[in-house]
């Protein structure tokens, strides 16, 4: 007899994360979903089919992957896209010319590459507002404002936004909340609980966790909202390929044994590093001395493995990048492989050189991505190439 895992039983992530959204292969019996390697379907008659026309429009390991990833963010829906800024640009199509979004100063820049260099011209107009202070989310609503949209903690300054107060702020306006949670994974933040509207990840980073795939995902529970972007997914095409989605969905099953380990490893490599650099040179939610560390214990339930660094000048910066052997050289985060970059010259290059001065990304400035390997290993990596600072 097959059994089917039942979704509507309470059960813990861990369990989530290795049987939720998946269906038992009806012709082998096959415990990983396949990869559905085909563009269309066979159809029984006009206007008869199994739910399956097209695969932009629908994919079986895809659902697969977007019921697993809603299941774990406390979802109903779930849509899978190519890319990490396809995903975004799918939602913004959701809001039309003329709509005002607020979004957080400190986001990854290739969100502001984006909003300044391509949807500008299409009429949406944008405020970039500091996102700590619920305050500043308020004075920049307009009766225009249809978005907020916050990362936290934020890329590369590990800023905390108050998703809460956040939520009140963007609903009393009649707005919606968008949180990129992509820095803490569903296992250590899940923000519609606290009111989020939708929540977005790229994939390629904690999610997958294996640096091998390249993709984007949105979850929200609003049953209108879901049937406008699967319009926009279908329509507009940045949908991922089956195997990319199979990629993905084969991440996930780990997703609560990795998440510790690099919380573990970040937690100890910040600790090391405030101990020999100084508090205020290093930037972890998981320090005490992090300002909105009391803040984000209330909404994280661990601090993950990312970490930035001031070392003063690109420099200095340059010699630590340059003598690391474990932590490679390298743009991403969030896979099993511990990583190192330059923001400014990196995932923040299209920013210009004044708005990264003045939101502190400086040429000194280095961020970690710390993975799971062991982590007496990496820190003897960066006491061999933090020995010159």
Known sequence: ?????????????????????????????????????????????????????????????????????????????????????????SI?????????????????????????????NYGL???????????????????????????????PLMRICDLRAAADVAHRGN??????NTFSSPYFQRPLEFGADMVYHSTTKYLNGHSDMI????????????VRLQFILNAAGAVPGPFDSWLALRGTKTLHLRMPRHDANGRQIAGWLAERLGEDKVIYPGLESH????????????????????LGTKEKANEVLSRCR??????????????????????????????RTQLGITEGMIRLSCGVEDVGDLLADLEHAFHVV
């Open 215 to 226: 993709g984007g995902i949105a979850i929200l529970n609003d049953d209108d909202l879901a």
């Open 1 to 89: 007899m097959t059994r089917v895992f039942d979704e509507d039983l309470e059960t813990g992530f861990a369990t989530r994360a290795i049987h939720a959204g998946q269906r038992p292969e009806p012709l082998a019996g096959a415990i990983m979903t396949p990869v559905y390697l085909t563009s269309t379907y066979v159809q029984e008659g006009l206007g008869q089919n199994k739910g399956y026309e097209y695969a932009r429009g629908k994919n079986p390991t895809r659902e697969a992957l977007e019921r697993n990833v809603a299941a774990l963010e406390g979802g109903r829906h779930g849509f899978a896209f190519s890319s990490g800024m396809g995903c975004v640009d």
């Open 326 to 355: 474990l932590f490679s050289l390298a743009e991403s985060l969030g896979g099993v492989e511990s990583l190192i970059s330059h923001p400014a010259s990196m995932t923040h290059a299209s920013v210009d050189i004044a708005r």
């Open 175 to 180: 707005a919606l909340l968008l949180v990129d």
């Open 125 to 155: 107009t944008f405020s970039w507002v500091d996102t700590r202070d619920p305050q500043r989310i308020a004075d920049a609503m307009t009766a225009k404002t249809k978005l907020v949209f916050v990362e936290t903690p934020t890329n």
């Open 92 to 120: 913004m199509k959701l809001f039309s010319s003329g709509d005002h979004i607020v979004c957080g100063e400190n986001m990854y820049g290739g969100i502001f590459r984006l909003f300044d260099k391509l949807l500008g």
């Open 291 to 310: 300002p909105q560390h009391a803040l984000a214990k209330t909404q994280m339930s661990g601090f993950g493995g990312m970490i930035s660094v001031e």
